[in-house]
């Protein structure tokens, strides 16, 4: 079975420090893999996702991930926070992409706060 | 971009009594909605998926008599949840997916169900 476990529930940087949120998974195949960002009252966003090629891969919004394979990590990093930044942030695991059914599997979420 | 809303955005009622949350796709067609559950400090937990016209497919362990989905059209989904208990107070989220890959999953802001 898969899972997914983010490391901290909640990460404080101040701005323009480096961001870094951790996402580790299990997998028995070749995973999918996701991140989302919650800001309040709105719905989950897709940040940015991994499904095959370049293991390094940018997302919206200056984040960018590198899938370790590994390491089974897909760490969220970016390199100088902005205010507008805080929210909560979920890694989600997929064993399919394109596939009928729902089967996305999300991490708890870590909130990311922001100092001035 | 695609939207997705839900309401109520919060709702309490007493224990035995149903409440029904609706999902809509505001401005595309979704072939497939999902329903999620999220308690405090927990992961979104898939709990429903439901294709449009056809019957809902429910997770392990997903009462499909107490949470009862409707998928009635290709732009609006609802979740019943019968006989309230205060076991069932969580957050409550839905997603529209516009095509089969995950990352055209698009969330709506979630309900936040409290059972007195």
């Known amino acids: 079975a898969q899972s997914v476990t983010q490391l901290g529930s909640h990460v404080s940087v101040s701005e323009g420090a480096l961001v870094l949120l951790r996402c580790n998974y299990s997998?028995?195949?070749?995973?999918?893999l996701f991140w989302y960002v919650q800001y309040p009252n709105q719905g989950l966003q897709l940040l940015l996702k991994?499904?095959?090629?370049?293991?390094l891969v940018k997302g919206i919004n200056g984040f960018e991930a590198e899938f370790k394979k590994s390491e089974t990590s897909f760490h969220l990093t970016k390199p100088s926070a902005h205010m507008s930044d805080a929210a909560e942030y979920f890694c989600?695991?997929?064993?399919?992409?394109?596939?009928?059914?729902?089967?996305?599997?999300f991490g708890k979420g870590t909130k990311l706060s922001v100092k001035p | 971009g695609a939207v997705v809303s839900q309401h109520p955005s919060w709702v309490i009622c007493k224990s035995g009594t149903s409440v029904k949350i609706e999902c809509r796709s505001l401005?595309?067609?979704?072939?497939?909605m999902f329903w999620y559950r999220q308690f405090p400090k927990q992961s979104l937990m898939l709990m429903a998926t439901?294709?449009?016209?056809?019957?809902?497919?429910?997770e392990q362990g997903v009462e499909k008599d107490k949470f009862l989905i409707n998928h009635a059209s290709l732009t609006l989904s609802t979740l019943t949840v019968t006989s309230a208990h205060p076991e069932d107070s969580s957050f409550y989220i839905c997603?529209?997916?516009?095509?089969?890959?995950?990352?055209?999953?698009?969330f709506g802001p979630g309900t936040r169900l409290t059972v007195l």
């Open positions: 991994y499904t095959t090629g370049a293991t």
């Open positions: 997998s028995s195949v070749p995973p999918y």
């Open positions: 439901s294709n449009e016209g056809s019957k809902a497919t429910y």
């Open positions: 401005d595309f067609q979704a072939t497939t």
């Open positions: 989600a695991v997929s064993d399919t992409y394109g596939g009928s059914q729902g089967n996305l599997i």
């Open positions: 997603s529209a997916r516009v095509g089969l890959a995950e990352d055209t999953q698009y």
